[in-house]
């Protein structure tokens, strides 16, 4: 008996520091507080909270909606065409070895700090996947089916529009999304090129403190989970019922 | 060194020569001085001081990926002798791979600490969905006919899973580990943020000087290509089999 | 797989290194065992002294020359540069993780202990004093100061202060409204930056955006700061005297520090008197004229800094 309560509060006095440093960082993120190293100022709170959550938002959005722009439509129609294979699955491989670091440090160092130079570096990160997915998705709808589509009279754009898109979705979706989490990781080292995104919290731990920096960690896994449970459902939705179906 | 000391005035202690003074004007500055892309002179001359973070960013993607892939191939054994893992463990490889890495280190701060550890867990725990999907897939993929023919000749369930199923999900699992070590080479360059050095220590130093940003995220893209040619030669040997059947 | 990727960087590194020959310029100079030389102690070597320094160029260059002066004299020397704000350092203190850093008098009084900047003294001794004697309030103590001294500044583009007749900090008044001031992210709650600014000056910006100090002058080149915090000591406002100026501190609101040595009583009395003689005897060379000197290696040129204050070690006579 007292040999188990022993252990017991053994472990809660393991526990015990990061408990409270857990607890701390739930604090900053709710009440603005003056932590040890603040010097007077007061960080923290949901105002800061809220406000630093949509400008990673903005960011993460602007850069995933400029990779689109620029990815989809060439992913499509390549694989449309059937070409540059090399190009679009070569690109893929050569995205994921692009050092997040050094792309936001080259492109603060080249063309400055400031919301759009984030944006442009970010969108590099999301073009491949998207590029790639869009390209794999287009290639593998059954040949037959597009045939068919032709035969039925369809241009070439209706074809790709009404058959091989639908059909590409699900592929296309797992590029987006894997586009997304990366992008979204990366708007957290935002703050080294003058945008202050929630990794504020975690890179200026001159400014927040210990509590400041949990608290902005756990922001950051909590936003990006929920950015990728949404794109999770919306693929869900967008999948067209016939493949579900086929699917399962 | 001591012949220039012999041709200067002696200083008296603690004060400098007056030649320890550089001149510098606009016309006499160096490439590393200007607002150059890239200064060869400089990436000469100073290429040793990346040998350190280069190596220690190899070693920290080495030992994550192989802790990465150690657990994600006992939890990968587990799913598929027991169907019912498979959802949870999908789920819970997911959730640890959507944790932004930067988040994840300081997640483990008051837990692991500040150091190499901390960033240990963090990528390892990064790869195992990566890792895991590609070995249930390939697993997947393995045509019930062999396996009925591997019974067929008497093999038990647990010898066919290694001469037989494992051998032939093989291209997969190391397209998987593939993905996984060249993202995982990319990630590493955060790791100085949570104490565990590698290339991200150099970029972050000289932040705003193109010709280290180029050179130390050069540094870890060839990394990534090294890491990736291995694992692709690795497989070939270790799968002769299909280059038999291309040929 | 370690091993041959290590294999192969080798390889390439060393391509690298031999496509070309060395051409190192001989440019230190100075007297071989001096009069002014450290003496190893080899009492020293029983004990490990941690030097850390604070997140910018000079503060990095000072711990090196601390840290090999203190390596001269036989101590086992480990460094953890590059630390942080000065809170960061200053915790890193208390808790033991470092035996010391080199601190600005100047910022010790006003961010630590809350010294109105107008009544902190100009004399570097006093000063040095009046930090000390707060530091030994909270368990912390001081060595002696520099011969240099280092200020935060406004800075900006001499175009803009020409275009905006600026040159002393109060001509900001009601200009400051429609300008952006960029500085590092501590600058925001600092007595001799933003929140000085803003108090003393009474000034509001358009914006302020917090950037690694590493930055300080990219963002002018770019035009995306029209003001920006600088050093005092910065080798760029000498070195490119036609294209930056500093505004007039006319408030006093950003004094000038000299650098202390902040470090715990029980380091010094572990360490033994030779500790604190070497930190003063090789921070007497440094001038506010070597520091630009130092700073401007590593700052322009990107020479390492452990490599720079060697050559000031060498060259002040203090080490052969």
């Known amino acids: 008996m007292a040999e188990g309560g022993g252990a017991v509060s053994a472990a809660l006095a393991l526990a015990a520091p990061p408990l409270a440093s857990f607890q701390g960082a739930v604090e900053f993120i709710f009440t603005p507080q003056s932590s040890s190293v603040t010097g007077g100022k007061t960080v923290g709170g949901l105002e800061q909270v809220v406000e630093l959550t949509l400008t990673q938002l903005e960011v993460t959005f602007l850069a995933l909606a400029l990779a689109l722009a620029v990815a989809l439509p060439i992913g499509l129609y390549l694989g449309h065409r059937g070409t540059g294979e090399l190009l679009a699955v070569g690109l893929g491989n050569a995205g994921r070895a692009i050092p997040e670091l050094a792309l936001i440090a080259f492109m603060a160092a080249a063309i400055g700090v400031g919301l759009l130079n984030v944006t442009i570096a970010l969108a590099i990160l999301g073009i491949p996947p998207i590029l790639t997915n869009a390209f794999v998705g287009v290639r593998q709808v059954d040949r037959a089916s597009v045939d068919a589509a032709r035969g039925m009279g369809m241009s070439e754009l209706e074809v790709l529009r009404k058959v091989e898109l639908p059909l590409a979705v699900p592929t296309l979706m797992t590029g987006v999304r894997g586009a997304t989490i990366n992008i979204v990781a990366t708007a957290t080292i935002a703050p080294l090129a003058g945008v202050l995104t929630l990794g504020d919290f975690i890179i200026n731990r001159n400014v927040y403190g210990d509590d400041g920096v949990l608290a902005g960690a756990i922001l950051v896994a909590l936003l990006a989970l929920a950015l990728e449970l949404s794109l999770a459902g919306l693929q869900r939705a967008l999948t067209s019922k016939g493949l579900k179906v086929s699917i399962a | 060194m001591s012949a220039a000391a012999a041709a200067l005035p002696l200083a008296a202690a603690g004060e400098v020569g007056e030649g320890f003074f550089r001149e510098r004007s606009a016309d006499t500055r160096p490439c590393q001085a200007t607002d150059a892309l890239f200064c060869f002179g ?74 190499r550890d901390s960033a240990v867990i963090a990528l390892s725990a990064y790869t195992l969905q990566i890792i895991y999907r590609n070995t249930m897939t390939g697993l997947a993929n393995v045509s019930p006919s062999v396996k009925d023919a591997a019974r067929g000749m008497g093999l038990t369930e647990r010898q066919i899973l290694w001469r037989v199923e494992l051998p032939l999900a093989t291209p997969e699992i190391v397209a998987g580990l593939r993905i996984a070590t060249v993202s995982t080479v990319a990630l590493a360059t955060l790791a100085f943020f949570i104490g565990a050095g590698g290339l991200g220590e150099p970029i972050y130093e000289f932040i705003t000087f193109k010709t280290n940003i180029i050179i130390a995220g050069g540094l870890a893209m060839a990394i990534a290509v090294a890491f990736d040619a291995i694992l692709l030669l690795a497989q070939r040997r270790a799968t002769p089999w299909r280059r038999a059947a291309a040929q | 797989m370690r091993a041959a990727a290590a294999l192969l960087l080798t390889l390439l590194l060393s391509l690298g290194v031999a496509a070309c020959g060395d051409d190192d310029e001989g440019t230190t100079a100075g007297e071989e065992g001096g009069a002014g030389a450290i003496v190893s102690n080899p009492e020293n070597g029983d004990v490990t002294l941690t030097v850390g320094s604070k997140n910018f160029t000079e503060q990095i260059v000072l711990g090196e020359v601390y840290a090999q002066a203190l390596e001269a004299a036989g101590y086992e020397v480990k460094k953890r540069l590059n630390l942080g704000s000065e809170t960061v350092a200053r915790e890193a203190v208390k808790s033991g993780q470092i035996s010391g850093y080199p601190e600005y008098a100047s910022t010790a009084l006003t961010s630590f202990f809350e010294v109105d900047p107008e009544k902190v003294p100009a004399d570097a001794t006093e000063a040095y004093e009046e930090a000390k004697a707060d530091f030994e309030e ?101 070195a490119e005297e036609d294209k930056y100026v500093i505004l007039e501190d006319d408030k006093e609101v950003f004094p000038a520090g000299n650098v202390i040595w902040v470090t715990t009583p029980e380091v010094v009395e572990e360490a033994g008197p030779d500790y604190e003689a070497t930190i003063t005897q090789v921070q007497e060379g440094l001038t506010l004229k070597v520091m630009q000197e130092l700073d401007a290696r590593v700052e322009l040129e990107k020479e390492p800094a452990a490599e720079v204050a060697a050559e000031y070690l060498e060259s002040a006579g203090y080490t052969g």
Request: charged letters at 20%.
């Open chain 2, 42 to 115: 400089w990436a000469r001359d100073n290429i040793g001081e990346y040998v350190t973070p280069a190596i220690e960013h190899v070693e920290l993607v080495a030992i994550s990926v192989v802790v990465g892939f150690a657990i994600a191939f006992a939890l990968s054994l587990l799913a598929h002798r027991n169907a019912w893992l498979r959802p949870p463990l999908l789920g819970a490889t997911g959730v640890l791979y959507t944790i932004p890495s930067i988040a994840f280190f300081f997640l483990l701060l008051p837990i692991t600490g500040f150091g």
């Open chain 3, 138 to 238: 909270e368990g912390l103590t001081a060595f002696p100061p520099t011969p240099f001294a280092s200020a935060n500044a406004v800075g900006t583009l001499k175009k803009t202060a020409e275009e905006r007749d600026l040159e002393t900090v109060s001509d900001l008044e009601g200009q400051s409204q429609e300008m952006t001031l960029y500085g590092s992210p501590e600058c925001r709650q600092r007595i001799d930056c933003l929140a000085g600014l803003e108090q003393y000056y009474d000034l509001k910006f358009k914006k302020f955006v917090p950037v690694d100090i590493g930055l300080r002058y990219t963002v002018l080149d770019n035009n995306q700061a029209d003001l920006s915090i600088l050093f005092t000591t910065d080798a760029q406002l000498a």
